[in-house]
């Protein structure tokens, strides 16, 4: 299921030469995809980001459900159906759908754990 509100990371890009120096894309091996909400980003660019078409690699690292740190958005919403989807993400994303308020709690107290 597509989570609403919702976007795809990933923890880790790649760097190739482009026509300025070298540039962020992304890696052969991108791994499991993780889920980010839109409050998780709490930016100026936020809506800009949720809009895009296109991938963001942020400066910034943003904090997934599960709480790993994600630094690339993709142009879609979270889907837990996904075989690549990220577990933990996937059982937060049902929480975040059934009971924000808990889902918020449970963000919370992983996002006090670690560094983002
Ligand atoms: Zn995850």
Do not use: Q
């Amino acid at each position: 299921m597509k989570i609403r509100d919702t976007r795809a990371v990933l923890t880790s890009f790649d760097h190739k030469r482009g026509p300025f120096g070298l540039e962020r894309c992304l890696p052969e091996e991108p791994g499991k995809v993780h889920a980010i909400s839109r409050s998780a980003l709490r930016f100026a660019s936020t809506d800009a980001v949720f809009a895009s078409k296109d991938i963001n690699f942020d400066d910034v690292p943003v904090g997934a459900f599960c709480g790993r740190t994600a630094w690339v958005i993709l142009p879609r919403e979270f889907d837990n159906s996904d075989p690549d989807a990220c577990a933990d993400c996937g059982r937060m994303a049902k929480l975040y759908v059934d009971d924000y308020s808990k889902w918020f709690a449970e963000y919370e107290r992983r996002r006090s754990r670690n560094l983002y």
